[in-house]
């Protein structure tokens, strides 16, 4: 069984301060992780993801994400936030070769001028 | 090369009515699903195609969920005598292959299903 849970349903950070999403996982099996973004209307856009070659990811828009076994966790950071941040953050595993990926319910990000 | 496309991008109907909402996937992707997105919810695993094999359909709801894909490419699910709670973002999303680190989905805009 898979599962990943997502702390914070709303983060509120000013402009230019550090972003910090939470993601932590259950997996029986060493899981691949993503994080997608969702802004308003549209459909998902893959960030980044980790496939075991290394835990600290990096992804676009200079998003970053870093693999720790030992606390369950993928959390997404940013050093500094932007206007165009403002969206809602996903993140999602799945376990080994299993092709269903499990989503979490989402952070909506809001960055305030 | 185009991304993944959805239709129609809003649907309202009426409560009792079939609606059929159709995806196309990236040309070459063998792997395809769809996912449920409800207010305040994450996204809800519906149904997975790969290639010629049988479907993964243990997301759906009810049996008023179907879904089909014709020819390996295009898919279209169906919900037969909507009911209000069916109101949700459906979203499409395919992969070159389905398995694999590799793999990464790709989604499409979604459609907005709204049952009067």
């Known amino acids: 069984a898979q599962s990943v849970t997502q702390l914070g349903s709303h983060v509120s950070v000013s402009e230019g301060a550090l972003v910090l999403l939470r993601c932590n996982y259950s997996s029986s099996v060493p899981p691949y992780l993503f994080w997608y973004v969702q802004y308003p209307n549209q459909g998902l856009q893959l960030l980044l993801k980790y496939t075991s070659a290394a835990t600290l990811v990096k992804g676009i828009n200079g998003f970053e994400a870093e693999f720790k076994k030992s606390e369950t966790s993928f959390h997404l950071t940013k050093p500094s936030a932007h206007m165009s941040d403002a969206a809602e953050y996903f993140c999602a595993v799945r376990s080994g070769g299993y092709q269903k990926v499990t989503f979490g319910t989402g952070t909506k990000l809001q960055v305030i001028p | 090369g185009a991304g993944v496309s959805q239709s129609p991008s809003n649907k309202v109907t009426e409560k009792g009515k079939d609606v059929e909402l159709r995806c196309d996937p990236i040309s070459g992707h063998t792997a395809l699903y769809w996912y449920r997105q409800s207010l305040g919810q994450g996204l809800e695993f519906l149904i997975y195609?790969?290639?010629?094999?049988?479907?993964?359909k243990s997301g759906l709801p009810s049996d008023r969920f179907s879904a089909e894909r014709t020819g390996g490419s295009v898919s279209t699910l169906t919900i037969q005598r909507t009911q209000q709670e069916d109101s949700a973002v459906y979203l499409c999303?395919?992969?070159?292959?389905?398995?694999?680190?590799?793999?990464?989905?790709?989604f499409g805009p979604g459609t907005r299903l709204t049952v009067l």
């Open positions: 999303a395919s992969s070159l292959r389905g398995d694999g680190p590799a793999d990464t989905q790709y």
């Open positions: 195609f790969q290639g010629n094999s049988a479907p993964d």
